[in-house]
Nanobody, 125 residues
Framework: QVQLQESGGGSVQAGGSLRLSCVASGDTNSVYSMGWFRQAPGKEREGVAAMDNIGRTTLADSVKGRFTISQDNAKNTLYLQMTSLKPEDTAMYYC???????????????????WGQGTQVTVSS
């Protein structure tokens, strides 16, 4: 089992920045990839960014050029640096970990086995 704990959410104005963190604990050696997902009220959960254990990344088109995913393996921590935030980025952001190896990191929620509780990001115009 893998436990995930997100932090770093908050309220910012459009154009602002936030950095989300996700600390993984437990059987982290079983994890091949980690990702960030978000879900706004009334909408499906969508993939934002993902990274595998050799550093390959996948970003959703909607966040390319604005968001960066990174990880600190020594700290078992995944980050999401968000800049130029827009009101449409408002959502609950979830960290996820997957135990299946894919050719590239995936942004499909069903490919992940473990989920955090989420951290809220609110962007005002």
């Amino acid at each position: 089992q893998v436990q995930l704990q997100e932090s770093g959410g908050g309220s910012v104005q459009a154009g602002g920045s936030l950095r989300l963190s996700c600390v993984a604990s437990g059987d982290t050696n079983s994890v091949y990839s980690m990702g960030w997902f978000r879900q706004a009220p009334g909408k499906e959960r969508e993939g934002v960014a993902a990274m595998d254990n050799i550093g390959r990344t996948t970003l959703a088109d909607s966040v390319k050029g604005r968001f960066t995913i990174s990880q600190d393996n020594a700290k078992n921590t995944l980050y999401l640096q968000m800049t130029s935030l827009k009101p449409e980025d408002t959502a609950m952001y979830y960290c996820a970990a997957g135990a299946t190896r894919y050719p590239t990191p995936r942004l499909r929620p069903y490919t992940y086995n473990y989920w955090g509780q989420g951290t809220q990001v609110t962007v005002s115009s």
